[in-house]
């Protein structure tokens, strides 16, 4: 299989957009056996966010670096999970999953849903295979939990993965100190009235991690399941 850089621009090729890499994953991707790179940068600053180091650190590794390990494990491994950080901002993204896709990997992108137009073009040429995209908040509670006020393109990014046929998940991490029940009732309306049914997966906030905004401990005092309707199924993680 031809691996050199006949997709790729020297530019995206060399520079340093990797933060670290997973070697080996059997929860990140479904059913599947994968790596996950870790992009740093990230163009939201959640308060409960885990990966301080990899949104506000330089990345460490080029593409060329990662390169030899995904061809050292080609076809011992199905997938690459893109992670981060914000795995989309990074300029050349799509050339390198491009190359990722000529090894023979299936493709999971973990996005925070503020780059539609990035998605879109991913899917158009077919490269990504499953997509986990974080619905952080309801509108009016975006901004004071990430810093950042992309809403609009969390739900650009949901419409355009439910008018595709690309395998996809929506998710929420909870703490209790900033969103409530009312507010995961609103965002699963919400999920409705833009014709998203099927699961919707709640992550609890873990209490030991260290976070960008120290928001201290969660404790959920409700059923998170309860808050589904006919159209949407809670599964807690
Ligand atoms: S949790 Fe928020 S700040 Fe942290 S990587 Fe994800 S989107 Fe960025």
Redesign the pocket.
Known sequence: MNTNNEYISKNSYLRKLIYSITPFTLLDYPDKTACIIWFAG?????T?????E??TGKGKYSFDDVKNFLLSRQYLLDAVVMS???CLLSDGIIDIITEIKSMGYLVKIDT?GSRPETLKQLINKQLIDYVAL?F?ATKAKTFEI?KADFYAEFVSCLDILIKSDIQFEVRT?IHSSLLDQSDIQEMINELSALGYSGKYYIQHFRNESET?GNPGPSYCDFNIIDCGNEMIEVVER
């Open positions: 990230c163009n939201m600053r959640c409960y966010c885990y990966n301080p990899i949104v981060g950080g914000e925070n974080d952080k990430t991490t960008i």
